[in-house]
């Protein structure tokens, strides 16, 4: 398998082609970023830390019956994963109030939510991703009625499977985004899941472990990414 060209570079992942049209190299960057690309910093090491917890949630997930790109680890910053046709939607299912949905409802954080909450929010940085329900995706071809449902059983199925996996460790899972694209006309879950793009509290002392300590400048970024990594198993 050859690397071939960049196809596209993101605010924390680049994208390369390979000799294999199906194939491409995800190649995670130490570029942090938070407020739509606002604040941006090189964090060392962090590429690798989550190069290495997404292909172990990846995997988990996979083995637990939801399709995956992911292929395979390649070196520390890299992964093989199936080339798709990516939808320009994030998945969140909220556990726990948080973010966004404090600021958006006035809700004070660390709420428990029961059921857990499911919002679509469009993949646009110049227009701040806005939140967008089932009718704008319909309307706007921005995915199938079939697919959104698709979508949403696997993000929820998800939940399961991490909240479970978190929990076993002494966390809890707050929040978390979830992107799809299509492989082959079939749904499957794409990007990444890493601290990055969820949230996640140390089920005893509250501490943040995820990028929030990036986006409020609490500091120990990537410490509290490998506290994590080492509490769930992730071979760094
Ligand atoms: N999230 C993300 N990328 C985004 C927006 C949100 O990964 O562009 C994740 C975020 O890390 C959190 C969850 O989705 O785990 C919900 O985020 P929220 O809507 O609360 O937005 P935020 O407070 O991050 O602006």
New binding site residues.
């Given amino acids: 398998m050859e690397k071939r060209q960049e196809l596209y570079a993101g605010k924390a992942k680049s994208v390369y082609t390979t000799d294999d049209p199906d194939l491409v190299i995800l190649s995670f960057r130490d570029d942090t970023s ?3 690309g606002e604040k941006v910093e090189q964090l060392s090491r962090k590429g690798e830390v989550n190069n290495k917890f997404n292909a172990f949630i990846m995997e988990k997930l996979q083995a637990s019956g939801v399709p995956t790109h992911f292929e395979r680890l390649l070196n520390a910053n890299e992964s093989l994963v199936k080339n798709m046709e990516m939808m320009p939607i ?1 998945c ?1 299912v ?1 556990n726990v109030s ?7 409802l006035g809700v004070e954080e660390g709420k428990q939510l029961n059921p857990p909450i499911f ?1 679509f ?1 469009l ?1 646009d ?1 110049a227009l701040h ?1 806005p ?1 967008i329900n089932e009718y704008h995706i319909e309307t706007f071809s921005l995915a199938s009625y079939e697919n959104v449902h698709k979508m949403k059983e696997l993000t929820f199925v998800t939940n399961m499977i991490l909240q479970d996996m978190f929990a076993k460790a002494g966390m809890i899972l ?4 979830l992107e799809f694209g299509l492989f082959k006309g079939e749904v499957v879950l794409g990007d990444e899941f890493s601290p ?4 996640l509290w140390d089920a005893d002392t509250g501490k943040k472990l ?3 300590r990036f ?1 409020q400048g609490l500091g120990g970024v990537i410490e509290a990414y490998e506290e994590v990594a080492q509490r769930i198993g992730v071979p760094l």
């Avoid at 948080?98 to 958006?104: D, E, T």
């Avoid at 990055?196 to 949230?199: A, K, L, T, Y």
């Fill in positions: 938070a407020f739509d994030e969140v909220r948080a973010g966004s949905l404090c600021r958006r919002e929010f993949k940085d991703d939140m707050v929040d978390y985004k990055d793009g969820c949230r995820d990028k929030d986006r």
